[in-house]
C-alpha cells in the first residue's frame, strides 16, 4: 500500500469554459515498467458533460470533452521524478446564447505534448508534492485538414497533498491547488484603416501573433481515494472548482470519478 501511494497517479477533471457544472469520469491503467519501479506508464480514456451556463445545474445536459492521455515517468531519485506526455483531447462547442444550440464550429481537436518536474516529501504523516508543467498545444478547427490552426503555450505551477484517513493506508485525502499562465496564438487580419482610398484595399491574409504569457485560471481540487485491500485496482471521487479569468472570475464546479488499475500486467 504504501507503494501504491508513493507512486500512484491522480485524473483531475479538464478546465472548460462557459459551464456552471460539468462532470468527469475517467478509466486509467498505471503500470510499472520495470522491477525497480523506475519507469512507470499512466494511460487513462475520460468522456465529461457539463450545464448550460445559466438555468438548471445539470451536470450531464450535454456532452463536453473526450480525452486519450499517456504519459511516461521516470523516478529520478527519491524525491524527484520526470514525465512526458501526449494528449488528444475533443471539446464540444456550443452558442454562447440561449438556447445554447452547438456552435457553427462545433468541435475543437487538440493535441498536447508536455512535460512535468515533480519534486515529493513527507510531513508527518502527510505527503507533499510541487509540479512545474510546460505545455505545447495545437488546435485544429474543427478538423484535422482545416486553415484555421492554432497553437499555445502553457506553464502551469501545482501543489499537492495527500493526507492518509486511516493507519492501513486504505482512506486518503487529496488536497491541490493550481495556477495556469498561458501564451496563445491569435490570428488577426491586417489593419487596412490607413490605406488609401483611391487604392484598392489590401488583400486579407490571416497573421499569426502571440498573446504573451498571461494568467489563464486557477484549479482547487478535493479528493477522497479507496485503496482496496488485495485488488488491483484504486478509485476516486471529488470536485474541483475552476476560477476563470480575472475582473470578473468566473467560477465553474467539476464532479470527478475514476477507476485506476495498478500493475495488472
Known amino acids: 500500500m504504501l507503494s501504491l501511494q508513493s507512486s500512484s497517479a491522480q485524473i483531475s477533471p479538464p478546465g472548460l469554459s462557459h459551464t456552471k457544472v460539468a462532470s468527469w469520469m475517467a478509466l486509467g491503467l498505471d503500470q510499472s515498467l520495470d522491477v525497480q519501479r523506475s519507469w512507470q506508464s499512466i494511460s487513462y480514456v475520460g468522456y465529461g458533460f457539463m450545464s448550460n451556463p445559466s438555468g438548471h445545474y445539470n451536470l450531464f445536459e450535454k456532452p463536453s470533452m473526450f480525452i486519450l492521455n499517456e504519459e511516461l515517468k521516470k523516478k529520478l531519485s527519491d524525491h524527484l521524478y520526470l514525465t512526458g506526455a501526449l494528449s488528444y483531447r475533443e471539446q464540444y462547442l456550443y452558442e454562447k446564447n440561449t438556447p445554447y444550440h452547438k456552435a457553427a464550429l462545433s468541435t475543437k481537436r487538440e493535441f498536447r505534448i508536455y512535460g512535468k518536474l515533480s519534486y515529493f516529501w513527507t510531513t508527518s504523516r502527510i505527503k507533499w508534492n510541487v509540479d512545474f508543467r510546460p505545455e505545447l498545444r495545437t488546435f485544429y478547427l474543427p478538423s484535422f485538414d482545416a486553415d484555421d490552426t492554432r497553437k499555445g503555450l502553457r506553464g502551469r505551477f501545482k501543489l499537492k497533498s495527500t493526507i492518509p484517513l486511516m493507519p492501513n493506508q486504505q482512506h486518503l485525502l487529496i488536497l491541490s491547488a493550481e495556477s495556469l499562465f498561458q501564451n496563445e496564438m491569435t ?79
Request: hydrophobic share 35%; glycine share 6%.
Open 187 to 265: 490570428r488577426d487580419a491586417p489593419d487596412n484603416s490607413t490605406a488609401d482610398i483611391n487604392q484598392l484595399p489590401k488583400p486579407i491574409t490571416l497573421n499569426n501573433n502571440w498573446s504573451g504569457f498571461s494568467y489563464d485560471d486557477s484549479r482547487f481540487c478535493i479528493y477522497y481515494r479507496y485503496v482496496p485491500a488485495d485488488l488491483p485496482f484504486y478509485t476516486e471521487i471529488g470536485y474541483m472548482n475552476n476560477l476563470a479569468g480575472k475582473n470578473p472570475t468566473y467560477s465553474m464546479h467539476h464532479l470527478g470519478i475514476d477507476i485506476i488499475f495498478k500493475d495488472i500486467f
